[in-house]
């Protein structure tokens, strides 16, 4: 089945360090990547997404880049800000077609970020 | 409101109470979802509807029993729970089930005793 693998935390920096959150996954057809984030007491809230091999998602400075060959959607931002201080969460969406779409996310178990002043 | 709105916001109850969850969205969506979310587990989709009718129950025990009155409402019965089933209880709603993205409330911390 469909599974999705980021790196555990928490993760520590300083404001302005650059970010990396790996993300992993396997899956059987022609996956969606997301990377969503929730900040405390918040609900999930969609950061960024690919649909297809080489795209690149981006949003608030962030980015990630839709890697078939390495079946990866690591997530970065080159200056972190305490206000990013969250958990993120990689997820996928499977298709059985290309172009296809599938409402069913399979979620990473999350990371949770801390930047300290 | 605006949103996906979820109430209460905590809750805590034994393990032989009755209680409900409520989830109401503002969004004009038609599907509507429950998930469980556990410390240092990913989430876990619930129950899925979709224009009121349950289309996924991912096996999920009966103690926990969905209701969606109309496409803006979704509850969750809560009937003799385990402390196992202590978590946080997200929902979320989405135009149609064509992978279109999904919107969060903030959820309900549940604490079963």
């Known amino acids: 089945g469909d599974s999705v693998t980021q790196m555990e935390g928490p993760v520590t920096l300083s404001e302005e360090a650059f970010l990396t959150i790996n993300c992993t996954y396997t899956a059987t057809g022609y996956p969606s990547l997301f990377w969503y984030v929730q900040y405390p007491g918040e609900g999930l809230q969609l950061l960024l997404k690919?649909?297809?091999?080489?795209d690149k998602g981006s949003n608030k400075g962030f980015e990630a880049t839709y890697r078939k060959e390495t079946t990866s959607f690591h997530l970065e931002k080159g200056s972190v800000q305490v206000s990013d201080s969250a958990v993120y969460f990689c997820a996928l969406s499977d298709s059985k077609n290309s172009g296809g779409s599938n409402y069913k996310l399979t979620f990473g178990k999350g990371t949770l970020l801390t930047v300290n002043p | 409101e605006t949103g996906v709105t979820q109430t209460p916001r905590h809750l805590v109850m034994g393990m032989t109470n009755k209680k409900s969850l409520k989830c109401e969205q503002h969004l004009g969506h038609n599907a509507m979802y429950w998930y469980k979310q556990s410390a240092k587990k990913p989430l876990e989709l619930m129950f899925v509807y979709n224009f009121k009718e349950q289309t996924e129950n991912n096996s999920v025990p009966s103690r926990f029993s969905p209701e969606c009155p109309n496409s803006s409402h979704l509850f969750l019965h809560l009937h003799t729970l385990q402390p196992e089933d202590s978590a946080l209880y997200l929902c979320a709603s989405s135009q149609d089930l064509g992978g279109n993205e999904q919107f969060f409330g903030p959820g309900t911390r549940l604490t079963v005793l």
């Open positions: 690919a649909t297809k091999a080489d």
